[in-house]
């Protein structure tokens, strides 16, 4: 759609995506972005819960964005489930495919027939990705798994904000796209291990282990004896050495990261800060030189410190709201966002796959689909002649 010609590193590669929310769509969208032919499944008449809510109440002609941002390049095949001759259809189509991604609670699939074990007796070369809020064999398999509730339990909502403040959430869905990465790494691993020994692997991703993960760092000086304390400066974290943080300009703020503070010093024209300078990262004289940088950088601009900073190589950038961010000049030159037109949304802005190979870059070469758009197209696929077809709709099955 963008006049480029799509990726095809995962070509010939189906993927059957019973997905929901984000961690799914999201994680299916990598691979769809890389040329593999993702099939949504997805109940007939549009009761698919993504299409029926939206971030911020945001609907483009009625259509949900937060459908749109998670299901470009896939078609959408409409099937009942809950009806037998639904359950047939998806267990032929089980049958022909690569991949199979679920995101459904721990023992839907297994209600439905479509579990790991059932699945893999009918094509012992399929790959099976389950994701879950807590794993399948978790004391808490049963709860909901949700971004904010996942940053609450892993303690990622602990560690953010200063010390006066309650823990504070990250402010957009970080742990349902990294899981929905770590998905995506998964799959491709699996492939490659399928094309080893011919037989395909269950693997398994939870929102939890994804929330753990993302912690990778602080979690780690935790378990070997670090004290994390949060405080009532600008620090931004709890581990890392000054001026690591978010200070306040005359007219925004600017994030100043781990310049050494003798350099920071001369380039500030501040002699005090040198006076606070230790052997190592000044691990212990963070809080020191917070308040004292405080006053100092509150004085001038955002642009003029950094007008002043940068050439000096500090380590410093202004912070953005979403307006200037996609005004910024590095996020135009990386090229990010791609406006396609959808037949009833109209132009709608996304943003583009992060990956770029020697051989091209990802674009959205489907846009994403209407409800069933693609059901007949694939069930003539799977060998259902037009009378078959008319007989699984009249009978409510598709």
Request: glycine share 8%.
């Amino acid at each position: 759609m963008d006049g480029r010609p799509p990726l095809a590193i995962l070509a010939g590669i189906r993927v059957l995506s019973f997905t929901q929310f984000l961690l799914g769509p999201s994680g299916v969208q990598f691979l769809a972005d890389l040329g593999a032919d993702v099939i949504k499944v997805e109940p007939p008449g549009g009761r698919l819960w993504e299409r029926n809510w939206s971030g911020a109440d945001v609907f483009k002609n009625g259509v949900s964005v937060f459908f749109l941002l998670a299901h470009r390049n896939q078609r959408s095949l409409t099937l009942d489930l809950k009806h037998p001759d639904g359950r047939a259809v998806a267990r032929r189509l089980v049958e022909r495919a690569d991949i199979l991604v679920q995101n459904f609670r721990p023992g839907v699939m297994a209600r439905l027939g479509l579990d790991w074990e059932t699945a893999t007796s009918l094509n012992p070369r399929l790959i099976y990705v389950s994701a879950s809020g807590y794993g399948e064999s978790s004391p808490y398999r049963d709860r909901p798994g949700q971004d904010l509730l996942m940053q609450g339990i892993s303690g990622l909502a602990s560690i953010s904000g200063r010390a006066d403040q309650p823990p504070t959430a990250v402010g957009t869905a970080v742990i349902d796209q990294h899981g929905a990465t770590l998905l995506a790494l998964g799959a491709l691993a699996a492939l490659l291990e399928r094309a080893r020994t011919g037989r395909g692997l269950h693997v398994e991703v939870s929102m939890l282990r994804a929330a753990l993960d993302l912690q990778i760092e602080s979690a780690t000086y935790f378990l070997n004896g670090a004290r994390l304390e949060k405080t009532n400066t600008p620090l931004a974290s709890t581990f890392h050495p000054p001026p690591y943080g978010i200070y306040p300009t005359r007219d925004g703020h600017l994030v100043l990261s781990m310049s050494p503070l003798a350099e920071l010093a001369d380039a500030l024209e501040l002699p005090a800060l040198r006076d606070l300078v230790e052997p190592g990262w000044n691990f212990e004289s963070r809080e020191a030189v917070a308040r004292l940088l405080e006053p100092v950088i509150r004085a001038r601009t955002t642009a003029e410190w950094i007008e002043r900073l940068v050439p000096k190589g500090v380590w410093v950038a202004a912070v953005n709201d979403y307006a200037e961010t996609f005004a910024d000049p590095a996020v135009q030159a990386a090229d990010v966002v791609q406006e396609v037109r959808h037949p009833i949304a109209g132009a709608v802005r996304l943003l583009r796959s992060p990956l770029e190979f020697s051989t091209g870059r990802a674009g959205v070469q489907r846009v994403p689909p209407a409800c069933g758009e693609h059901t007949n197209e694939i069930l003539r696929e799977a060998g259902y002649d037009d009378a078959a077809i008319a007989r699984l709709r009249k009978d409510g099955a598709v």
